[in-house]
């Protein structure tokens, strides 16, 4: 039985995960309205936050980090995550470290070397290329505390309940992608009310950045149908 995580942990990870989701709040609280979400890779577990807390919408969650914690997959992950969840659970501020000499070079490597040839057909288009470097260079420029820091928030277990979201949500995965998820959303779809869960043949991780209008398209019509 998973021992149950010590309170002050509990309240980190509430805080960075929900409470993180103060300056969405008052973005509504200004009139603005209520915005749509997409969660992306690592971003997935703060979007579903902001779900979880009446401050989306509506949710896109597009090849997105899993609840990997979760008990289901403890014997189909690879023995690189098992390894970082298992000391995440039993030493998180070493886990924590150990990702705090991260760079945009060493992300950059370890996304081209974990992609199948589908998703390096986008991510080596040269356009493609220049605006990703650029963004991993502005991500990074302030060194990679944030990044270890959400990751191993990330790799815990989850704070907020899933079963009481109310949004409209959909869950997208490339067929081929192996490193978001270990069953391609399947179960996460089924924790959230009323999700619709769509696997995309010939893509994996790279999902957002090839059919990118249609699941945005998709995502503001079922808030205009919504309301």
């Known amino acids: 039985m998973r021992q149950p995580l010590p309170r002050a942990r509990t309240k980190e990870l509430t805080h960075r995960l929900q409470g993180g989701t103060g300056g969405l709040r008052r973005v509504v609280l200004r009139g603005l309205g209520q915005p749509v979400v997409v969660g992306n890779s690592q971003g997935a577990p703060f979007a579903l936050a902001c779900a979880a807390e009446g401050i989306a919408s509506a949710l896109a969650v597009v090849s997105g980090a899993d609840e990997v914690a979760r008990p289901e997959f403890a014997s189909v992950l690879n023995a690189d995550l098992r390894g970082l969840v298992e000391r995440t659970a039993c030493d ?16 950059w490597d370890m996304v081209m070397a974990g992609s199948p040839g589908c998703d390096l057909a986008v991510y080596q288009d040269p356009d493609f290329v220049a605006g990703f470097r650029r963004a991993l260079d502005e991500g990074f420029a302030q060194g990679a505390a944030g990044y270890a820091r959400d990751t191993v928030l990330a790799m815990g277990r989850w704070p ?8 409209p949500v959909d869950i997208w995965y490339g ?13 996460l779809a089924a924790r959230v009310p009323g999700a619709q869960h769509r696997v995309v043949p010939g893509i994996g991780g790279a999902l957002l950045w090839t059919p990118a209008e249609s699941i945005l398209a998709l995502l503001l019509e079922k808030t205009i149908t919504d309301q």
Not at 92 to 99: D, I, T, V
Not at 161 to 167: H, K, S
Not at 175 to 187: I, R, V
């Open 160 to 167: 907020f309940a899933l079963d009481e979201i109310d949004v």
């Open 175 to 187: 067929e081929q992608d192996t490193s978001h998820s270990p069953d391609n959303g399947a179960l």
């Open 92 to 107: 998180p501020a070493g886990a924590e470290q150990s990702l705090a000499g991260f760079t945009a070079d060493a992300m």
